[in-house]
């Protein structure tokens, strides 16, 4: 869970800063971001990752699945009185359903962009690259598609608040000295990750013509 939590953390950075070209002015965005899909789409390499970073979602689901049935499993059924409220955090014990509400966001998220892009019959730009852009921008004008990815990221907010500062913990770095600092470090991560993607279809949204 933590290694392929960490690199899916990984992989936000990365993705967030590309996606951040759709924050240019609308020429400028269509051109740069059309063009860095379609480098991302030739190259070999960035192939290899994807395959891994597909692998990676689906060992992060399958192990969160073992280890909900084995802490089940070793706790028994049904406390007389639980006090786990006053010791922890919401997300700390809803990090299944969290995780739930974004497999279906990360469903529907690659059916509309990923998916089309690799396999739908899309209109070329005036470089000849696919246009992605148009496609993301038709998306982010609609209220409803607005609404809904900015649930999808909230709720990826919440399972990164929680998870930065687990995974940190299971991976040995998580120690008295600087425990403050992972946290703190967690939490700025979360914020600059759920703020980065949500202005996005917020700006894009606004800015409509």
């Known amino acids: 869970m933590a290694l392929t939590g960490t690199f899916l953390c990984l992989f936000l950075v990365i993705h967030l800063l590309g996606n951040l070209q759709l924050l240019l002015p609308a020429d400028r965005a269509r051109a740069s971001f059309n063009w860095y899909s379609h480098l991302l789409s030739g190259n070999v390499l960035i192939k290899l990752i994807e395959w891994l970073l597909f692998v990676s ?3 992060h689901i399958v192990y969160a699945l ?5 802490a ?8 007389v009185y639980d006090k786990r409220k006053a010791s922890s955090t919401w997300n700390s014990r809803n990090m299944g359903f969290l995780g739930m509400i974004i497999l279906l966001f990360l469903v ?4 509309d962009f ?3 892009y690799k396999f739908g019959n899309l209109p070329l730009d005036e470089q000849g690259y696919t246009d992605l852009y148009a496609i993301v921008v038709a998306a982010y004008e609609e209220f409803w598609y607005v609404l809904l990815y900015l649930a999808g990221i909230a709720a990826l907010g919440f399972h990164l608040l929680h998870g930065f500062s687990s995974a940190a913990r299971t991976l040995g770095l998580y120690h008295p000295l600087y425990s403050k600092v992972v946290r703190v470090a967690g939490k700025l991560y979360t914020l600059a990750i759920t703020a980065g993607f949500m ?7 606004f ?3």
Not at 108 to 111: N, T, V
Not at 199 to 205: E, F, K, L, R, T
């Open 66 to 70: 073992l280890l909900t049935l084995r």
């Open 108 to 111: 529907l998220h690659l059916k």
């Open 114 to 116: 990923w998916y089309r």
């Open 199 to 205: 202005i996005i279809p917020v700006y894009i949204y």
């Open 207 to 209: 800015n409509k013509a």
């Open 72 to 79: 089940r499993k070793a706790s028994g059924r049904g406390y």
């Open 57 to 59: 979602i689906l060992a």
